[in-house]
Each structure stands twice: as C-alpha cells, then as structure tokens.
C-alpha cells in the first residue's frame, strides 16, 4: 500500500469512528406540556389559585402583584422534570411573610398537598399535574373533538 493510501484509510477510519460516537450521544427527549393546577393556603386561608401552563425543562414562574405594589402577593417558581412517566417538580413558594421550597415526584393526573411551612397548615400547596394532550386533560377542560372545529366546547 502506498503511503497515501494508509492516510486515506486512516482520515475514512476516524471519520466512521466520529460518526458512531455522534450516533451514540443519546437526544434530548421532546419537552412534554403539561398543565399545573395549585391551591395556595396561608394558616388555612386561601391565597391563590393558579392555573398554568408550562414544559418539561423549562422553569414556570407566576406572580400576582396589585398595580402600584413593590411586594408581590406571591411569586411561584415551578421547575419541572421528566423521568420515564414520573415528573420530578422543584417547587418554590415566596410571600410577603414566608417562603417554601419542596421537591416532589408525580404521575400524571396525581393530586398532592404538600405542607411548606414550619408547622402544619402555616403554608399549604395542593398541586395537580397532567399532561396537556391527554384524555383527562381534555375532559377537565370540557374539550371535545368538536370544539376543535368549532362546537360547543368552552374556550381555554
């Protein structure tokens, strides 16, 4: 073989050997959307209730602040992620006189109550988690097949 040959094989050999480690790198799995309805209780008394919308990967933040206001009534960081049909959620709760923080795991559809105060209802979270495309999802909203083409079914 002559000696341009062998660099040949050689620049075709590391050029396979590339290829396959690209091939093995695993791919970010696709962003789930999902749905989270909270429940937010100070000493027992109901201080918000939000609905959102948010991703796996991607951290949801709410905040409800009155105009004019420098303090927020709360602000809500969620951060969600998945693994296999699990959804691992930081959960970070502020207001004005307390905060609290929770890590959590959840099934879709699965309802939680989670106590982030120092005593038991001091601060209080009940959070649902479900999927945005999915038949519980669609019935919780009162969607339908023909609302999608312009029925009866409520608006979002």
Known sequence: ?????????????????????????????????????????????LV????????????????????????????????????GETFHLELDLMLPEIKGHSELALLHGQQRRVQLGRYPGDLEVSLLLMKVDSPEFRALMDLSEDAAVGGSGRPI
Do not use: H, N
Not at 13 to 19: I, K
Not at 34 to 42: D, H, M, N, S
């Open 48 to 83: 918000a209730q939000p609905k959102l919308l948010g991703e796996t990967g991607r951290t949801v933040r709410a905040e409800r602040r009155k105009p004019g206001a420098s303090q927020p009534d709360y602000r809500l960081v969620l951060t969600p992620t998945a693994e």
């Open 1 to 45: 073989m002559t000696r341009s040959t062998l660099i040949k094989k050689a620049w075709l050999g590391l050029a396979l050997v590339g290829l396959a480690c690209i091939g093995a790198v695993p791919t970010q799995a696709e962003a789930e959307p999902l749905y989270f309805a909270l429940e937010v209780r100070r000493e027992g008394r």
